[in-house]
């Protein structure tokens, strides 16, 4: 029974040609979310946590996303992607 569902989710995967990033481009959205936390913490105190860290955490992603076009990964992809771990996050209610 567990081979039948191994293999079932083998079909299913589907193979991604991956872009290859430079450890610079790969860590451009990680230093610049970083950047932008500390500023907020630095500028709001104990109130960041308020809801400006969200609006951060959307211009991390918006970060990572130009970076994606820079390095020319279509905008179907980049949406496939987000879905999919999104999908692999969230547990079936």
């Known amino acids: 029974m567990a081979d039948q569902k191994t293999n079932?989710?083998?079909a299913d995967?589907?193979?991604?040609?991956n872009k290859e990033l430079s450890i610079i481009e790969a860590m451009?959205?990680?230093?610049?979310l970083v950047i932008m936390l500390a500023y907020n913490v630095y500028v709001f105190g104990d109130d960041a946590?308020?809801?400006s860290n969200q609006f951060i955490l959307l211009l991390?992603?918006?970060?990572?996303?130009?970076v994606g076009i820079y390095k020319k990964v279509p905008?179907?992809?980049?949406?496939?992607?987000?879905a999919e771990n999104i999908k692999s996050t969230s547990a079936p209610c």
């Open 60 to 66: 991390g992603g918006a970060v990572a996303a130009i």
């Open 75 to 82: 905008y179907k992809q980049m949406l496939a992607e987000v």
């Open 28 to 32: 451009i959205p990680v230093v610049a």
């Open 49 to 51: 946590l308020s809801g």
């Open 13 to 17: 995967e589907h193979i991604v040609e």
């Open 8 to 10: 079932k989710h083998r």
